[in-house]
């Protein structure tokens, strides 16, 4: 994905907001993702590696290759493998759709919070299974934010909610993607698909999620578009900061927030 | 709850439904409820014993009271238990804001579909919670139409779905109390609460779910209160027949539906 296409940004903010995500989310995402030693597997839109070091980590006889489009990015993984002494990852610049690797390079295809960002996401999975030898696998992580729904109620914050995903639509990506991931890889070709949710359920019983995920995760992707939402009339600035008010009011003692991210497999 | 406030009816049609509903979500729901053999077992809020049954077989041990106030629903799930040979239950007819039982009579209490027909849910978990004794447990399920989201997506469906949600407020219920349960039951006094979501995913890999909960469960209840939403023009019949049409739709081969049902446990 591009700098201007890329919905959240580059900023070192959205860099840490990226973290904190990955960090909360590492078991409930990753934990069942475990390449065998030696196994060749390319993770397909690594960003800024958030992801790359959780499946680095699980797989640490692996050999990764992470591809990207932005150079920015690579840099920024480059920086974050290094800094946590991963040496099983290879980083390449290379556009998804269009990837200069041998027939059956890879014995397994990771992406985690891609797809969302393109325009022809069946497309991407079509073009990517060439690259897989023949039983491999893809993995395919995305999240929605049309699961996400909260107590208190708000109209307000559901409309600042619709408005970060009718901004991702207008960009060309899709920010309800996760509920369409099962027919989404099985017509690309894959078989035996199978697609778990992963639901993020956050109550007062969970402080670190209600910070975690709530505030600095969802809610803080929320505010990050607020100017630019603002700018262009989708909502008045008085409505969309009563929305990320109402957002804050879940993470309350008395407030619960759900979430939920899908996770698909299937093979070639 | 009284026949008139019961927004789902009292035919037969409903009573089949209820029992379709219950056999495929059983185990989502119940596989974790155990109760030690000889332990006391308050049901408040049996209605027509689709639950009873469930309840029954999963701990034959224990001694179980079920209640409701309705006469009507009592009788079904008397014939019900007594269809399956179940032999642990008592029925009696009860209103569950004024239970005639000795403090601490039950060392667990359980509800299961009740408090969404509430206008005051949290007194309801007040009102019981003297007929339990120190450390018994409560748990409660309930769902959250507020929770479901499908693909394809569908403004006329989810209007359609608010529609109820709409309906069961007026009749003095709450359809969105799933996601509630953490501070509702926190706060009618209960210790230590734990609520975990259950989804129901589905997608073409599970033709058993498509069939027995996104058409004969969820669909079958939004499309039960057609008439009524029609009558009293909260849609269009025109609007309203698309929006059933399109949750049809949703259980064709690249269709998806999600739901989440809430479970919580707490005790004194």
């Known amino acids: ?10 900023t070192q903010r959205e860099a840490d907001r990226l973290s904190d995500q990955a960090e909360t989310l590492t078991g409930l995402l990753h934990s069942d993702t475990r390449y065998p ?3 060749r597997v390319l993770e ?4 800024t590696g958030a992801q790359t070091v959780i499946l680095a980590h699980n797989s640490l006889g692996a050999r990764i290759t992470s591809v990207d489009i932005s150079e920015v990015s690579l840099d920024q993984a480059r920086k974050r493998v290094l800094g946590e002494g991963i040496t099983n990852v290879t980083f390449e610049a290379g556009d998804i759709f269009n990837l200069r690797y041998d027939p ?3 014995d397994h295809i990771f992406l ?15 073009r990517l299974r060439p690259l897989l030898r023949e039983g491999g696998t893809i993995t395919v992580i995305e999240g929605d934010h049309g699961s996400a729904y909260f107590h208190p109620d708000s109209a307000y914050a559901r409309r600042a909610i619709g408005c970060l995903v009718d901004l991702q639509w207008e960009i060309g990506g899709n920010a309800l993607i996760g509920r369409q991931l099962y027919p989404l890889v099985a017509s690309a070709g894959y078989r035996g698909v199978c697609v778990s949710p992963r639901m993020v359920y956050v ?14 995760t969802f809610t803080a992707m929320v505010e990050g578009v607020g100017n630019y939402v603002v700018s262009r009339g989708a909502m008045s ?9 109402d957002l804050h009011r879940t993470c309350e003692p ?3 927030f759900c979430y939920t991210f899908f996770k698909a497999m299937g093979r070639k």
């Open 104 to 106: 059956e390079s890879f």
């Open 237 to 245: 600035r008085e409505d969309w900061e009563q929305g990320v008010r």
């Open 1 to 10: 994905m591009s700098g201007r296409n890329y919905v959240h940004g580059y």
């Open 254 to 256: 008395d407030g619960v």
């Open 37 to 39: 030693a030696g196994s």
């Open 44 to 47: 397909a839109g690594c960003g």
């Open 112 to 126: 985690c919070f891609v797809l969302e960002h393109l325009a022809e996401p069946r497309r991407a999975l079509e």
């Open 203 to 216: 109550d007062a019983s969970r402080p670190d999620l209600v910070e975690g995920f709530t505030r600095l």
